[in-house]
């Protein structure tokens, strides 16, 4: 049934000079048996960055030519979905797909096009869950900047906000020189974590956690600095490095609760060496090697099965705080009463330390009854 939406994409062909096909991607390929899906989506909505549309394919050229060497993932590529009569009904094919993907237990890998596409996405994944945390990679709020009803590529971000189903929307990498402060604000109203690039810079390491409490993670390459990334219309000088992104997606595969993956806004038109494709293809392949080493960590595993320490601050709530510790791979979490009661959130081990050292982390203030 899923063939109906693709056309494949059989005249694609690697150059295998590196690596050997049986220890390509394209190894799993065939399989009917699959738990991570390819999908190319040659859709782009408007004219800030053209060209878009053509980056699956590109992408595909640089990432059939990796070593795989996964043997807890099955990748089967879809090919690219067809292209509807207008772009509501490439949409909707989109949605379509994703949520019959997600029922199946498969994970979705999209490969874009313009950055509009996250919203079909997270409209798939109400049919999954009935609360979604979505991280956003990007240089820039994709949010309209007028009260009219503006939707495309540099403006979606107010859907996901406004949706009964969003639980939380995060943004990392953004570069305040792009983002107008009133429209900062507006969004830390609607509690939007907000993470500006310098404090990528400092400790790259700090954004783990907020990404193993990620449900649909959607990068836009634009966020890369032109140095490392030429393919895009509007390139930047600043932004986060090839191995910085790489981190991150690495990050979210490792992640016990991502089960949908989309990069968009590569931009062949622009990328005369193929940087752009090659990076946005190692961005991928980190995402899947990420995957294929998952821990099993908490929802998967029970609180119980960790070591938990606690820390007391009669004078500030009266409340105890209880962290939870696998000492197999140093990952923590923190329980956390909310207005909705008790959650437990990924957090760093400096958060421990800092409870310990008398003061209340961060994390629990922001949580803490919200």
């Known amino acids: 049934m899923l063939d109906l939406y693709f056309d494949k994409c059989e005249d694609i062909h690697a150059n295998y000079l590196c690596f050997p096909r049986q220890f390509s991607l394209s190894n799993d390929w065939a399989e009917e048996d699959f738990n991570v899906a390819l999908i190319g989506v040659k859709s782009e909505m408007n004219d800030t960055n053209p060209g878009s549309a053509t980056a699956?394919?590109?992408?595909?050229?640089?990432?059939?030519?990796l070593q795989g060497g996964f043997s807890n993932i099955k990748?089967?590529?879809?090919?690219?979905?067809k292209k509807g009569k207008t772009l509501a009904d490439t949409y909707a094919a989109l949605r379509n797909v994703t949520e019959e993907l997600l029922s199946m237990g498969v994970i979705p890998v999209v490969m874009g096009g313009s950055h509009e596409l996250t919203l079909p996405l997270f409209e798939a994944m109400r049919e999954k869950l009935p609360q979604i945390t979505t991280t956003l990679v990007d240089r820039k709020l994709d949010y309209p900047f007028s009260s009219s009803q503006i939707f495309d590529a540099n403006a979606f971000m107010d859907r996901i906000i406004e949706d009964p189903h969003n639980e939380e929307l995060r943004l990392l990498g953004y570069q305040g020189y792009y983002c107008p402060k009133p429209f900062l604000d507006e969004l830390q109203k609607h509690k939007c974590q907000l993470v500006r690039v310098g404090e990528m810079f400092r400790n790259i390491a700090s954004a783990e956690p907020l990404l193993r409490d990620t449900d649909l993670l959607s990068i836009d390459?634009?966020?890369?600095r032109h140095a490392d990334s030429p393919g895009f219309a509007s390139a930047i000088p600043n932004g986060l490095t090839g191995e910085e992104i790489c981190q991150l997606s690495h990050y979210a595969g490792l992640s016990d609760r991502i089960s949908l993956f989309g990069l968009f806004e590569a931009n062949p038109a622009f990328d005369d060496s193929d940087q752009t494709a090659s990076l946005a293809a190692q961005v991928i392949w980190h995402f899947l090697e990420g995957l294929d080493n998952r821990y099993g960590d908490y929802p998967k595993r029970e609180l119980n099965s960790y070591e938990e320490r606690v820390a007391f601050f009669p004078s500030e709530h009266e409340k105890n705080i209880h962290f939870y510790h696998n000492r197999v791979n140093g990952r923590w979490w923190i329980k956390i009463p909310t207005q909705y009661g008790d959650k437990v959130f990924a957090c760093l081990p400096s958060d421990y330390q800092t409870a310990c050292g008398g003061d209340v982390p961060d994390i629990w203030m922001r949580y803490y009854m919200n």
């Open 75 to 81: 990748i089967k590529d879809l090919g690219n979905l």
């Open 56 to 65: 699956p394919d590109a992408i595909r050229q640089q990432l059939y030519a």
């Open 221 to 224: 390459m634009s966020v890369v």
